[in-house]
């Protein structure tokens, strides 16, 4: 099968790694889904991640605390997830870098960009973990920040539903769901596809962001081949 997408920045959520357990690692759920990347590296294209940290910690609900503080904890839950989605690669057969946004240099690389980009063109996968390594910003506009610094062709956004509705689907059953949308859309009607940071960024650096269900880890490997799932996001 010949990819649409010769590079992409998936970024797969906390929640995803935690199957239905809803916290911690699921370990068969992260197997799946690693697999579905690992067809995507076997056809030649170079995929840089982005993990969440939804599954150990939210530091919006974090209470009283320091929002400062509680963004800390919030990163070093995404690095647990990057090793952990690291370590299932590496037992598939897989060549995978971890890199950090806040150094930690006994268990992972500290994020450079030339680096990351020599291991993407080797054919390793890179893992991206601690988000922008600052606290106010959500992983989300991480994502969004690594896809234009590696230059992704596309941001795959996996995530718990099918694409983008025009109101929450598992409250209201009459939510109509959008194949495509423009940037301006999104932030125009504030749909619920990512915080406004994250859609502005990828439409200053003309990234589009495909948003699918990770319920079946093989929408990876079909949207990278070009097959209709999810909603698209592009354009004006």
């Not at 320091?66 to 057969?93: F, K």
């Amino acid at each position: 099968m010949e990819p649409k997408y010769k590079r992409i920045l998936l970024k797969l959520s906390g929640e995803a790694l935690a199957g239905t357990k809803k916290t911690g690692l699921d370990y068969n759920v992260i197997t799946d889904i690693c697999k579905s990347i690992k067809k995507c590296a076997d056809i030649g294209v170079e995929i840089g991640i982005v993990v969440g940290g939804g599954n150990f910690w939210r530091g919006r609900s974090s209470g009283a605390m320091d929002r400062t503080r509680a963004d800390h904890i919030g990163m070093l839950a995404t690095a647990m997830n990057a090793l952990a989605v690291a370590d299932v690669l590496e037992s598939l057969g897989v060549d995978v870098r971890v890199q950090t946004a806040i150094s930690m240099q006994q268990v992972a690389e500290p994020y450079i960009r030339n680096r990351a980009m020599r291991h993407l063109q080797k054919g390793r996968i890179v893992i991206f973990g601690c988000g922008t390594g600052n606290p106010f910003f959500s992983t989300d506009t991480a994502s969004a920040l690594r896809a234009a610094e590696i230059e992704a062709d596309i941001f795959f956004k996996a995530t718990m539903v099918d694409g983008v509705y025009d109101k929450d689907p598992n409250k209201f059953p009459d939510a109509v769901k959008y194949n495509k949308l423009g940037f301006n859309e999104i932030l125009v009607k504030n749909l619920a596809v990512m915080d406004s940071t994250a859609a502005s960024m990828c439409k200053e650096n003309g990234i589009p962001i495909l948003v699918f269900n990770l319920d079946n880890p093989d929408n990876i490997y079909d949207a990278v081949c070009g097959k209709d799932v999810g909603t698209i996001v592009e354009g004006e």
